[in-house]
């Protein structure tokens, strides 16, 4: 990892266009940790996610000599590894078409209270915990910022089936995380 | 908090996420990852073309200085007394300076004789008699050094040598000055120079793709070609990987005998035309006729060979048996040895007139010296050997000739026919679907004298050919042989090939000497 440090962006882009190993592995390393963490929310556990992972850090080798170098590298691999992950969920539904959420039937509770903070593990476990649809349309509109429109595109839905998943999301985000907070609370107590 | 910017600060928690990094994701993505096209990466061919550029740049330069260090120790050592003069000396008779250049090429084998010429020889006849002898040094290393197709520098190197030789030997011999011995050593230096042509002509073929036996791993197969990610989906005719056997003698090395195909003959012919040739004009013909084939049960490979070598000052036959056997096999890359035997003959033209039985005007006949005439036919019988290894990038060779350090067999006293090392070093690759490049590197040294060639060749679609080369550099003056070869396949079995050229460093001394070459090989794969 020293050695990472001590290389700067256009070397590192210059040894992945050569498809040079051991540039490769620094760009793996560089961006590992912000790309897993994609990868993560959009999948059911970490395996799923490593699974996401090497499937688009291959795409990014691949077509490294792509990059045009307009924009950072770290967003044009970011959208290859939200884009692998979309096409991820998507392989899933289609293998299960029939599986229900386990939390389709879940009670839509009233808004819930949360005072102070919860550790981002504990976040990012409750968003693997929601169901497939969920849990890709809540990251697409949260956190990568798509809109209804973009998503149902790419999903194959319609835009109402995408703002339902997201309410569904949201709920059941706040019934799984507000517990949690509350047991928190219980231990801090004792 | 009130969940007002729930997404808000879901998002801020989950971009603060930082899993640790995880090795084995890495090493899963690597075993997927397509494999890197040649080593070090897919530039890498660039390197490998740079550093044979800078070799082929370098050798001569080095070479030179190696052999100006040789001759700075052997003018040193005569200097302190072991002969009467220098090799740098301008020779008188000659009298060029063209020559003259030439004469620093001697060592130490060729030191003018002990005997009574260099006894009763004294200031310019030393000099010629050491310019003879140093001469034959020389031209016995660019022969020999040279055998291939186009040996055009040293064939003429020969040709003038020996034509200065004559006329200083018959310049003595009128002031009956000059002994039997240094004569005849000079008359045989020269005929080693040509008996040493054209040693080991077996003709180069092609691939089989239906080999068997030990042969089946000695050469590109179609099937193999994948393994080879810069040749995949270029290569599927695998003739191309011989195109190297025109413009350089591969076939000298009789390791290489079978390796091409199931049978190959080929002819071959070049013509040299000099002009301002000593104040003439003179044009020498070299013909080649060969066949070889392998015994794929044994693993071996056999050819026959016949060279033709015509000056206007001698003719050299030369027919020889060739032999080779693969020795070890590991995947696409293979091990072969071999060795060759053949007849020399050679027949010096100018000597008639000076030897015995000649008729003096005004004297009549006169037997002038009871040895044997040195005209006519002289023979020996040479040994050769070699090892070749090659893959489908690389090819490289090492090979002997005259192993055995023949002499030709009237005349005892003569110094026996050096013996010539030479190695080969050449790189296939390919930088798109349809170039293939192959530089290459040949070294040679005999009687102390190294010399180098480089060529650097194209082949197109697997059909065209086109190659620039560098050839037999002369250590001293850094110049060579400046040739463009072309070659086609017309069809499944038959190749044609052609070259021409010029040599630098004739055109420096103010001699034009163009080749011009054409050859045809006929293939059964």
Known sequence: MSLLKTVQEKDLVQGCVRQDRKYQKMLFEKYFSEMMSVCMRYARDNDDAKDILQNAFIKVFAKFAMYSGEGTLKGWIQSIVVRTAIDHYRRQQRENKNVVAEFEDWESGEEAEIEGDLAAEEIMKSVQMLPNMQRTVFNMFAIEGFSHKEIATELEITEGTSKWYLCEARKTLKLVLAPVYAYKLKEYAA | ?525
Not at chain 2, 71 to 83: A, I, L, P, Y
Not at chain 2, 173 to 197: C, F, I, W, Y
Not at chain 2, 362 to 389: M, R, S
């Open chain 2, 1 to 525: 908090m009130r969940l007002k910017n729930f997404d808000k600060y879901i998002k801020e928690k989950l971009l603060g996420y930082k899993p640790a990094y995880q090795e084995d994701i890495w090493k899963a993505i690597e075993e997927k990852l397509p494999p890197v096209r040649v080593p070090n990466g897919q530039g890498s061919w660039l390197l490998v073309a740079s550093a044979a550029l800078v070799i082929t740049a370098l050798v001569p330069f080095l070479l030179k200085f190696n052999n100006l260090a040789t001759r700075q120790e052997q003018m040193v050592q005569m200097s302190s007394g072991n002969t009467g003069s220098t090799s740098l000396e301008k020779p008188s008779i000659i009298g060029s300076q063209q020559v003259n250049a030439f004469n620093s090429d001697q060592t130490t084998e060729n030191q003018p004789n002990s005997g009574s010429g260099e006894n009763v020889a004294s200031g310019n006849r030393t000099n010629n008699v050491n310019s003879l002898n140093n001469n034959s040094g020389t031209l016995s290393q660019k022969l020999s050094g040279s055998n291939g197709i186009f040996t055009h520098k040293a064939r003429h190197s020969l040709n003038r040598m020996t034509s200065s030789g004559n006329h200083n030997i018959q310049r003595l011999h009128n002031e009956s000055q000059m002994g039997p011995d240094l004569s005849r050593k000079t008359t045989v230096a020269s005929a080693e120079e040509h008996s040493t042509m054209g040693l080991i002509a077996i003709a180069p073929g092609d691939i089989d793709n239906e080999m068997d036996g030990d042969f089946a791993n000695t050469h590109l197969h179609d099937d193999q070609l994948g393994k080879y990610a810069d040749r995949m989906g270029v290569t599927n005719n695998s003739r191309w990987a011989n195109w190297q056997s025109i413009f350089y003698p591969f076939w000298q090395n009789p390791a290489y005998t079978g390796s091409e195909g199931r049978y190959n003959f080929t002819v071959d012919d070049r013509i040299d035309d000099l002009s301002n040739f000593n104040g003439g004009h003179s044009i020498n013909t070299h013909t080649t006729a060969a066949a070889d084939m392998r015994i794929n049960k044994l693993g071996m490979g056999i050819g026959v060979y016949y060279t033709n070598d015509f000056t206007n000052l001698s003719q050299q036959i030369t027919e020889g048996l060739a032999l080779s056997k693969v020795i070890l096999s590991r995947g696409t890359t293979s091990v072969k040895i071999g060795a060759s035997v053949n007849s020399i003959n050679n027949n010096l033209f100018y000597n008639s007139l000076n030897f015995s039985d000649q008729v003096v005007p005004g004297i009549g006949f006169v037997n002038a010296t009871k040895e044997k005439d040195l005209a006519g036919t002289t023979q020996a019988i040479g040994l050769n050997g070699g090892i070749w290894v090659s893959n489908p990038h690389l090819m490289t060779g090492f090979d002997v000739v005259n192993i055995n350090t023949p002499h030709l067999e009237h005349i005892k006293e003569a110094e026996p026919l050096p013996r010539l090392w030479r190695g080969t070093l050449g790189y296939r690759f390919s930088t798109g679907s349809d170039f293939q490049w192959l530089p290459m590197l040949v070294m040679s040294r005999q009687s102390g004298v190294s010399q180098s060639s480089a060529t650097l060749t194209v082949v197109f679609k697997n059909k065209y050919m086109l190659t620039a080369a560098y050839q037999d550099i002369d250590p001293k003056t850094g110049l060579g042989n400046v040739s463009v070869y072309a070659g086609v396949d017309i069809n499944k079995h038959l190749r044609l090939f052609a070259s021409h050229g010029m040599n630098a460093e004739y055109q420096a001394f103010g001699i034009n000497e163009q080749f011009t070459h054409l050859g045809v090989k006929y293939q059964i794969l």
